[in-house]
């Protein structure tokens, strides 16, 4: 079965501390892995890519397709990365479409 | 560019009544999926319009319905609302019907409240 599995509902650091948002796949053929942010009273948007392999607002996120996972970081954080983060993926359906399927999310405290 | 819009903001119906969602795609986006998030929820997909044609469907019943125009606007359709259609409800687009990107840009939402 296709699931995306964001174990912590709920994740608060201090500023400046390394931040961890964990995200776990399942998924049969070769996924591609996604994190979305949304932000206080914003809408929902793309934060970054796997395929991309690029570093926004700080944050990165490999993908372990030996572990499954799909973790976003950042070393030291700060008080606006506080939001939702989603992750997903992107997979085929039967009808070979492709389709997102989310986590149910994490949201990210940080306190001063 | 606008983005995604969508309409209206909040509304609140009763059970039993139907509801009508619109929404105004991103310019150049020709594909619009309809998603609905319940309170600390992750989005649920309902499903999405290509060509004017529904062409993937979540797990939602026939009670909701969804169009797309030639515009590629689209409205989404909740006939004999239950308590828990209350959520919100967001429209995404993209160009392409496969989502090869992954990328959907999102508007701000419709906030359902059923009473």
């Known amino acids: 079965a296709q699931r995306v599995t964001q174990p912590e509902k709920l994740l608060s650091v201090f500023k400046g501390a390394p931040v961890e948002l964990k995200c776990n796949y399942s998924y049969s053929g070769s996924p591609e892995l996604f994190w979305y942010v949304q932000y206080s009273r914003q809408r929902l948007q793309l934060l970054l890519r796997?395929?991309?392999?690029?570093s926004i607002k700080g944050f990165t996120a490999d993908l372990n397709k030996g572990e499954t996972s799909f973790h976003l970081k950042k070393p030291f954080a700060q008080e606006e990365d506080s939001a939702m983060y989603y992750c997903?993926?992107?997979?085929?359906?039967?009808?070979?479409?492709?389709?997102?399927?989310w986590g149910l999310g994490t949201s990210l405290a940080v306190n001063p | 560019d606008a983005g995604v819009t969508q309409s209206p903001t909040h509304l609140i119906k009763t059970r039993g009544q139907q509801v009508t969602l619109r929404c105004s795609p991103k310019s150049g986006h020709d594909t619009v999926s309809w998603y609905q998030q319940a309170l600390g929820q992750g989005p649920q997909f309902i499903f999405q319009?290509?060509?004017?044609?529904?062409?993937q469907r979540g797990n939602f019943p026939d009670r909701f319905s969804g169009h797309q125009f030639p515009n590629y606007s689209s409205e989404l359709n909740v006939n004999a609302l239950l308590l828990g259609d209350s959520a919100l409800y967001l429209c995404?687009?993209?160009?392409?019907?496969?989502?090869?990107?992954?990328?959907?840009?999102f508007g701000e939402g419709s906030r359902l409240t059923v009473l």
């Open positions: 995404a687009s993209s160009l392409g019907a496969v989502q090869r990107t992954g990328e959907l840009f």
């Open positions: 796997h395929i991309s392999r690029e």
């Open positions: 997903a993926l992107s997979g085929r359906n039967a009808g070979n479409n492709r389709k997102l399927i």
């Open positions: 319009y290509y060509e004017e044609e529904e062409r």
